[in-house]
């Protein structure tokens, strides 16, 4: 893994100057205020949270011609909630085609944060909004290739709306493997995938393999598979 999230700056500085001969690929996450765009635009290589313009204009101006594009993406309301920030649905396309037009930043995609939600069919339709969000604005001559989607309680459904059912594969062929019944359940009831306890014969002879976890779960859920995988 080379890439990281972060939303407080001040922590995140630290972390960065620490590594930085391991070349990894910082993400800062969330809203951005003004007095801060100069350095994350000068210490991290995207952004997922632009809801303003004037934030844009700012990291675009800090970020300067002599560096690669700042990779940016629209944070934007897709559940309505007065305290969370984004920009509404209704405003998306034209604050990214003022963001697309500005130079030393490159638009790649839409990003959100739904309310917390054990209703798996909501969070489907949420995150369904943010993807059809995206479609749309790729036909109407973008070029979006990126969908920041939820938090660890709602990665699963992230990733089957953004990824896999979006590609085309087929529910039939999908295992997803989650230790609790109760998980278990909710997935297989809102998605019709198959839910298994554990990684069994037919999760290891798939041609693609997804993990969806934490980065420090990543040793404890590879390690009774490794040797199996080729």
């Known amino acids: 893994q080379i890439a990281f999230g972060e939303n407080y700056l001040q922590e995140s500085l630290g972390k960065i100057a620490a ?3 391991l070349g990894l690929e910082w993400h800062f996450i969330g809203p951005l ?5 100069r350095p994350v635009a000068e210490h991290f290589s995207w952004v997922h949270g632009i809801e303003r313009l ?3 204009e700012r990291l675009s101006a800090a970020r300067g011609p002599a560096r690669p594009p700042l990779q940016v993406c629209i944070q934007v309301n897709v559940s309505g909630e007065a305290s969370k920030s984004g920009v509404s ?3 998306t396309a034209a604050l990214a085609h003022a963001v697309a037009g500005l130079p030393n930043l490159r638009l790649r995609g839409l990003m959100a944060i739904p309310e917390p939600t054990d209703d798996m069919p909501l969070a489907r339709q949420r995150f369904a909004m943010l993807r059809e ?3 749309s604005l790729n036909k109407a001559g973008m070029a979006l290739d990126t969908l920041s989607m939820g938090m660890s309680h709602d990665l699963e459904a992230a990733i089957l709306i953004g990824g896999l059912l979006k590609q085309g594969f087929p529910v039939a ?3 997803v493997v989650e230790p609790l019944a109760e998980n278990r359940e909710r ?4 998605f019709g995938v198959a839910c298994l306890p554990a990684a069994d014969a037919s999760v290891l002879e798939s041609d693609v393999l997804v993990l969806s976890i934490k980065p420090q779960q990543m040793r404890e859920a590879l390690a009774p598979i490794a040797g199996k995988l080729t």
């Open 133 to 135: 969000l995206r479609d």
């Open 89 to 91: 649905p209704g405003e």
């Open 19 to 21: 590594l930085a001969d």
């Open 187 to 190: 997935l297989a009831g809102a």
């Open 33 to 37: 205020q003004s007095n801060k765009t």
């Open 173 to 175: 062929d999908i295992r």
């Open 54 to 56: 004037k934030i844009a």
